[in-house]
């Protein structure tokens, strides 16, 4: 594995918890939302057991990533005090049983998907989970400061694949919901680990305020708000999307890059309480439900998004 | 182990076969919905 920290060899008896908590069921919410959104959305229609079995799965693949990330971070874990608290390094769980469960709910997923959606919408979930599993966990995370740069692709796939569940094909608008996810993920997890750094430099994750400090990160996250600013735009402009969801981006973003000025322009000392940080990673999770929730509206009240 | 530990290790394995019995019987019954759906449809 990545690290030399070895977890518990007494492993306590697991219960389903264990096994539920290994899905990281927080992040999996804001997935399944984004899935949901991206498959209401769509132009056209699918049977609802289908899209009911459409958005399990991408829970299930998002649940399967998630375990194999914690299977290969045990180690990692086990040194964050964020995550020491986890099923594996906790010692509730072997590491074997939390691997097999991590590729059995990705192989159940993609199959399922196939089955009861389209193949192209399976093939597009299983890119997502070895994106996350192996692009972002095994190689980018440990080795590049930007590996939420372009680690973020991966919780950018669900409404690329909730949309083609529905369309059976890749059209510009599931692409610019991925570029919105993708754009929005750095200042979202920079912001984060602006206030938990400390924890990052423990475990040897060169997250950017490590490796990079401070100012380049602060600097970074407010480019990164302008770019989705002008991305959150582009589903109205190409003519997507109708005035709801222009309006809604408008405001919405407008905010995003107000938060992320203060956050730009400041410094912290030593004991800073990180109150703009903390505020802006609350606002960006907001951010996303509100702004996909207005996607829907739009798509439900106007009729619009049958732009391809 | 303790007649305390063997009860736990008893109550976590009951937990984790009543989890397993609900879903695979959410499971089957969903793919017996998308079965009916496909041949329906």
């Not at chain 1, 606002?283 to 106007?302: C, E, G, K, N, Q």
């Not at chain 2, 736990?8 to 076969?17: D, F, I, P």
Request: hydrophobic share 55%.
């Amino acid at each position: 594995m990545t690290a030399t920290v070895e977890t518990p060899v007494t492993v306590l008896p697991s219960e389903w918890r264990d096994y539920f908590a290994l899905t990281k069921p927080r992040v999996m919410s804001l997935v399944v939302f984004t899935g949901l959104c991206g498959l209401l959305a769509a132009p056209g229609h699918i049977n609802p057991v289908l899209g009911f079995t459409a958005v399990l799965c991408i829970a299930l693949g998002a649940g399967g990533a998630g375990a194999l990330n914690q299977w290969w971070e045990a180690d990692l874990d086990a040194r964050m005090k964020r995550t020491a608290k986890r099923p594996l390094p906790g010692g509730r769980l072997e590491r074997t049983n939390a691997r097999d469960f991590g590729i059995a709910l990705s192989v159940a997923s993609v199959l399922l998907m196939g089955l009861a959606a389209n193949w192209l919408s399976a093939v597009i979930l299983a890119v997502s989970i070895l994106y996350y599993a192996v692009i972002y966990t095994i190689w980018l995370k440990p080795r590049t400061p930007q590996n939420i740069v372009i680690g973020g692709g991966a919780g950018a796939f669900p409404p690329l694949i909730g949309w083609v569940a529905v369309t059976g094909d890749v059209t510009l608008m599931p692409v610019l919901l991925f570029a919105i996810i993708f754009m929005w993920t750095p200042p979202h997890f920079w912001a984060l680990a602006l206030f938990v750094q400390s924890d990052y430099a423990k475990a040897g994750i060169p997250m950017l305020p490590v490796v990079a400090g401070q100012a380049a990160t602060r600097r970074q996250i407010l480019a990164y708000a302008v770019i989705l600013f002008a991305v959150s735009l582009a589903p109205w402009w190409t003519g997507g999307t109708g005035a709801i969801y222009g309006v809604a981006a408008v405001i919405l973003s407008g905010v995003f890059v107000a938060l992320c000025l203060p956050v730009a322009l400041r410094r912290s000392a030593e004991g800073d309480k990180m109150k703009p940080e903390k505020r802006l990673f609350g606002y960006s999770v907001l951010y996303l439900f509100a702004l996909f929730a207005a996607l829907v509206a739009d798509r439900l009240i106007l009729g619009q998004g049958l732009a391809p | 182990m303790t007649p305390d530990e063997q009860d736990t290790l008893k109550r976590a394995r009951r937990g984790r076969n009543i989890a397993l019995a609900l879903v695979l019987g959410g499971f089957v019954i969903l793919i017996y919905a998308i079965a009916w759906v496909r041949i329906a449809g």
